[in-house]
């Protein structure tokens, strides 16, 4: 099993509509956890993090079951300018507590169409 | 902001050629900093853990003899891609933070291509 997995995608939607990633984690030790953003050839970039209260930031929701290993991110009316692919990342806990380190998922690729 | 910066963005070499790498924190010192590869249409893979003033912790099946790893201060951690080949060709990308339990910021990648 994978220790980060998502939804393969892609995920084809028409502007303004919600779409809704989902991601689980194997590692129930993780401690934090975040949504990446990666554009085509392109470094991934920050898009949220994810807390256990759940957050929001503008049309954009992240939710954590740590019961389930669980992660979602939804984003409702979507722009063109949303079309990326979105990147589950769980920071783990090493080395006794020395080190973290960042767990990609594979990604979903989101095309928004006009 | 954190902010990274990495160098070269491009690299084209001929086959057992070096590379080096270099990632800068510019606003943090970063303890740690971490080295990516990612191969087209699939997700980042850790290739190792940068540590300030020791040695790098590889993950399984990087060889160290060949993704050397420098990071002799607070603010840069090099990437040294020895005598690459074609299949070494990848996107690397290095990330840091203030702290390694925070969000991780990465540099803008380095595209490797090995003639």
């Known amino acids: 099993r994978k220790e980060v997995e998502q939804d393969p995608g892609p995920f084809n939607v028409p502007e303004g509509a919600t779409v809704a990633f989902n991601c689980t984690y194997s590692?129930?030790?993780?401690?934090?956890f975040f949504w990446y953003r990666q554009d085509c050839r392109k470094e991934p970039k920050l898009l949220m993090s994810?807390?256990?209260s759940g957050n929001e930031d503008g049309r954009f929701t992240a939710q954590l079951n740590r019961a389930s290993q669980y992660i979602s991110l939804l984003i409702r009316d979507s722009k063109l300018s949303d079309s990326a692919t979105y990147l589950c990342?769980?920071?783990?806990?090493?080395?006794?507590?020395?080190?973290?380190?960042?767990?990609f998922g594979t990604g979903t690729l989101l095309a928004v169409q006009p | 902001g954190a902010v990274v910066s990495q160098h070269p963005s491009w690299v084209i070499c001929k086959s057992g050629t070096s590379v080096k790498i270099e990632c800068r924190s510019l606003?943090?010192?970063?303890?740690?900093m971490f080295w990516y590869r990612q191969f087209p249409k699939q997700s980042l893979m850790l290739m190792a853990t940068s540590n300030e003033g020791s040695k790098a912790t590889y993950e399984q099946g990087v060889e160290k003899d060949k993704f050397l790893i420098n990071h002799a201060s607070l603010t840069l951690s090099t990437l040294t891609v020895t005598s690459a080949h074609p299949e070494d060709s990848s996107f690397y990308i290095c990330?840091?933070?203030?702290?390694?339990?925070?969000?991780?910021?990465f540099g803008d990648g380095t595209r490797l291509s090995i003639l």
């Open positions: 994810v807390y256990s």
């Open positions: 606003d943090f010192q970063a303890t740690t």
């Open positions: 990330s840091g933070g203030r702290d390694s339990n925070q969000p991780q910021h």
């Open positions: 590692n129930s030790a993780s401690q934090s």
């Open positions: 990342v769980v920071n783990e806990n090493q080395y006794g507590g020395a080190t973290n380190k960042l767990i």
